[in-house]
């Protein structure tokens, strides 16, 4: 479990961080806390499958292809589902789900052949930095466009609003107009 729940994390980080130029279809429901959970789920069903193939001689080959038969169809079918409810829920989703495919596949694999010294603790560093990363950029949302803009000019049409105890002043100047450096 301990491969995959730290390969789930390191793909959670690397997805959230993608995710922040994305246009969210909802950014109430669609933010950095909810790809960083997807990150760690896919990390825990990568952590049982692995721990399912055990050590057969072709483990590599079967989480492998478990792996991909239990994720794809998976995310499409969560892909379509969401694209039904919010418009460009599938845009958003799968890029983000590739790279949670490829990163947890490759690295939970890779980790207990590379890194044999990886203990429970390790996994659980990498799930609270996945979780600090994940709510601290919940309000990271996507903006209308990435240029530098003026805020809109002001709705108030005409000369301001002349201030008490200056009214006075109107009757001194031909025309009614009023010079607030009078």
């Given at each position: 479990?301990t ?64 792996w991909?038969?239990?994720f ?40 207990p ?20 990363a ?11 466009s ?37």
């Amino acid at each position: 479990m301990t491969p995959g729940l730290t390969a789930g994390s390191i793909a959670a980080i690397v997805a959230v961080l993608a995710s922040l130029p994305l246009r969210s279809p909802s950014d109430t429901l669609l933010n950095s806390a909810s790809v960083a959970l997807a990150g760690l789920l896919a990390g825990v069903v990568a952590g049982i499958i692995w721990q399912i193939v055990g050590r057969s001689d072709r483990r590599y080959a079967y989480f492998g292809g478990a792996w991909a038969v239990i994720f794809i169809p998976a995310a499409l079918a969560v892909a379509l589902i969401g694209q039904a409810q919010l418009d460009n829920f599938a845009a958003f989703a799968l890029p983000l789900a590739a790279i949670v495919f490829v990163v947890t596949g490759l690295l939970t694999a890779a980790l207990p052949r590379y890194c044999p010294w990886l203990k429970w603790w390790g996994a659980a560093i990498a799930v609270g930095l996945v979780i600090a990363a994940g709510l601290s950029l919940v309000g990271q949302s996507d903006q209308e466009s990435g240029e530098l803009q003026l805020p809109p000019p002001s709705s108030q049409i005409g000369p301001p609003a002349i201030p008490p105890g200056r009214a006075e002043y109107l009757a001194e100047y031909p025309g009614g107009a009023y010079s607030p450096y009078a």
